[in-house]
T-cell receptor, first 113, second 112 residues
Framework: QKEVEQNSGPLSVPEGAIASLNCTYS??????FFWYRQYSGKSPELIMS????GDKEDGRFTAQLNKASQYVSLLIRDSQPSDSATYLC?????????????FGAGTRLAVHP | DAEITQSPRHKITETGRQVTLACHQT?????MFWYRQDLGHGLRLIHY???????NKGEVSDGYSVSRSNTEDLPLTLESAASSQTSVYFC???????????FGQGTRLTVV
């Protein structure tokens, strides 16, 4: 079992719709959770971090964490073509060290006009 | 401004040669990471370091080594390059604790 799992997609949504990206993780002791966005040929960049159960909102982005279900999600409201990218879920926790950052394989999002 | 830089950006090498990829950060971060990225696999952790003289193996460490002699640099060495090591390599750094990791621009390595 992979430590962090994501559906590879592509996830295709129309412009203006809500895009929902999901991630599950295996290490129950994980404590910090991140969503990175990566445009083709570019480096990953952090868009959201979440540390406690519940929702965290930042502009059009909402991260949701459920530690009991070992599940993290990212909602993108009013999706724009510029949101088309690969979204990487990353988990940080005690397995191997508190600062070790493990990534999922990423979900490719395509927003079409 | 603080930054993290990788060099070279592109490298072509022959099978069996030793290759070193450089990573230099000016954030003064304790944590540094090397990942490789291949289609369908996302970012896979090769090696990581929590400070000077500290190095740890990640999930795909075979055939790679690192050393940390100062805070700023974590070079990645491929002892004997293999075609299976053709990939895009990313270096990242982060401060102590649960904080954002910053990535370099990546190095595209081709082993022929």
């Amino acid at each position: 079992q992979k430590e962090v799992e994501q559906n590879s997609g592509p996830l295709s949504v129309p412009e203006g719709a809500i895009a929902s990206l999901n991630c599950t993780y295996s290490d129950r002791g994980s404590q910090s959770f991140f969503w990175y966005r990566q445009y083709s040929g570019k480096s990953p960049e952090l868009i959201m971090s979440i540390y406690s159960n519940g929702d965290k909102e930042d502009g059009r982005f909402t991260a949701q964490l459920n530690k009991a279900s070992q599940y993290v999600s990212l909602l993108i409201r009013d999706s724009q073509p510029s949101d088309s990218a690969t979204y990487l879920c990353a988990v940080q926790g005690p397995s191997g060290g508190y600062n070790k950052l493990i990534f999922g394989a990423g979900t490719r999002l395509a927003v079409h006009p | 401004d603080a930054e993290i830089t990788q060099s070279p950006r592109h490298k072509i090498t022959e099978t069996g040669r030793q290759v070193t990829l450089a990573c230099h950060q000016t954030w003064n971060h304790n944590n540094m990471f090397w990942y490789r990225q291949d289609l369908g696999h996302g970012l896979r952790l090769i090696h990581y370091s929590y400070g000077v003289h500290d190095t740890n193996k990640g999930e795909v460490s075979d055939g790679y080594s690192v050393s940390r002699s100062n805070t700023e640099d974590l070079p990645l060495t491929l002892e004997s390059a293999a075609s299976s090591q053709t990939s895009v390599y990313f270096c990242a750094s982060s401060a102590q604790g649960a904080t954002e990791a910053f990535f370099g621009q990546g190095t595209r390595l081709t082993v022929v």
